[in-house]
């Protein structure tokens, strides 16, 4: 029996964590559904609607998911409190340094622990710890988005000097741009 894993996010930051393990997964042959949602909308035929998704979750169509916060959308929160009411585990991919708790209680209805909160480093992980999470549920599994370009520096520098990388978020992808 395949693991049918649910993908939902909302925001490009959080959509682009979740892409590699999304990507790794399909290439070991897993099965994911992904909510055509926020930043993925309209980029893959085979995406669920958001109604879909959330019929998908209450019939059991769904083993685990995957999904990432944001700051202003509650669609993501909302399937992830749907996914706990069936007992289907969930995986949140936190992709900043900012709002550790109050993305995971946006939607008011008092904070939601996933069953693994996958943070970026050491110090995402104090911080969670410092706003209430418990250690049990906090893994460091790195920033996924970054991997490639991680790797491609590591490649690049054989003269053993050091390379800084600056990444930013497309702001304007994300909180939208004025006229």
């Not at 949602?37 to 998911?65: I, M, P, Y």
């Not at 749907?82 to 946006?106: A, F, K, Q, T």
């Not at 490639?148 to 990388?165: F, I, N, P």
Request: include cysteine; aromatic fraction near 8%; glycine fraction near 10%.
């Amino acid at each position: 029996c395949r693991m049918r894993t649910l993908f939902v996010g909302a925001d490009v930051g959080g959509c682009r964590a979740l892409e590699p393990v999304l990507e790794e997964m399909r290439r070991r042959g897993g099965e994911a559904l992904v909510a055509d949602h926020g930043f993925w909308k309209g980029k893959d035929e085979g995406n669920q609607a958001e109604d879909e998704v959330l019929r998908t979750v209450a019939s059991g169509g769904v083993d685990v998911l995957a999904f990432s916060t944001s700051v202003k959308d509650v669609f993501p929160l909302t399937v992830a409190r749907l996914c706990r009411e069936r007992g289907i585990p969930s995986l949140c991919m936190l992709d900043s340094w900012v709002n550790y708790r109050s993305r995971l209680e946006i939607d008011g209805k008092g904070l939601f622990i996933p069953d693994v909160y996958a943070l970026m480093d050491d110090e995402a992980f104090d911080e969670a710890l410092r706003v209430g999470f418990p250690a049990d549920v906090l893994a460091i599994t790195g920033q996924p988005a970054f991997s490639s370009l991680e790797q491609s520096a590591r490649v690049s520098r054989q003269d053993g000097r050091k390379t800084v990388l600056f990444v930013s978020e497309p702001v304007e992808m994300d909180q939208g741009g004025k006229d």
